[in-house]
């Protein structure tokens, strides 16, 4: 027998289909999409509410995944995601001889989560680096999933971009058409600008919903890579991501399964 409780699986699958909904869905709707029963979904969504993990807009009765899940995420040390990432950070850096990293953002700031290192002596370690966002790859894909105010405060004209390179870009338009780009395809490549002797290329891991979970990096030499070169590890990146998105799903799946009734 399962040691499970029936009634918290069904909760936390409710749960997921708020955070995995593009637009905030009713009780019906999240009780159809859960195969949860109407009656047993509102009581649920009820003790999710009081726990602040949900909220119900009282204008449209939509459901939103509430502050009290950020209190949770502050606490998490992240080792799921990095335990199905892993196969897929050292089959890159073998394929590449570039070095993988696994990254996230918290509170405006990248953080590396695992690295998985090239078989050469050449390679870069990001510990300690500040890379501003504009200069990399993922720092890129960060700003793209940025809400419009919030981009705009980056790239006030007041506050001129850091110019770490020749090849940074600093004008503000030329960084909002890459990346408008950067949020159509999900990758994003930095080619010497940051530092002259590096490029990067990157793919942001999505949940259901579209929205970025983490980032796939892979940071290479620029001798060894020029720009065209670069551009051609997009669609390996692109499978890169989606496989860590497929472990991540079967593992939320897996536990969905149990909680339905046998």
């Not at 700031?109 to 500040?130: C, K, N, Y």
């Not at 501003?132 to 001129?160: F, I, M, N, Q, T």
Request: glycine share 6%.
């Amino acid at each position: 027998m399962s040691d499970r409780v029936q009634s918290v699986e069904r909760a936390l699958l409710l749960l997921e289909e708020i955070a995995a909904s593009k637009e905030p869905p009713t009780a019906p709707e999240i009780a159809q999409r859960a195969s949860v029963n109407r009656a047993t979904a509102w009581r649920l969504l009820s003790t999710l509410e009081h726990f602040d993990l949900v909220e119900r807009d009282p204008h449209t009765g939509r459901y939103h995944v509430a502050y009290g899940t950020v209190r949770l995420s502050m606490a998490t040390d992240a080792s799921s995601l990095v335990r199905r990432s892993r196969p897929t950070l050292e089959r890159l850096a073998a394929e590449t001889d570039g070095s993988a990293f696994l990254e996230i953002a918290s509170r405006g700031t990248l953080v590396v989560l695992d690295h998985a290192r090239p078989s050469s002596a050449l390679h870069v370690d990001l510990a300690g680096l500040e890379v501003p966002l504009h200069c990399g790859s993922v720092g890129k894909l960060y700003l793209a999933s940025l809400p419009e105010d919030e981009l705009a405060g980056y790239l006030d004209p007041e506050r001129p971009l850091t110019r770490a390179t020749p090849h940074t870009i600093t004008d503000p338009e030329t960084l909002r058409d890459q990346l408008a780009e950067c949020r159509r395809t999900g990758i994003a490549v930095n080619h010497m600008e940051h530092r002259e002797e590096w490029c990067g290329i990157s793919a942001a891991i999505r949940d259901r919903a579209g929205r970025d979970l983490a980032y796939v990096n892979l940071t290479l030499p620029a001798y060894r890579w020029p720009l065209e070169s670069l551009n051609s590890l997009a669609e390996p990146l692109r499978s890169a991501a989606a496989e860590i998105e497929g472990r991540l799903r079967a593992g939320a799946s897996s536990s969905a399964a149990s909680a339905l009734p046998g």
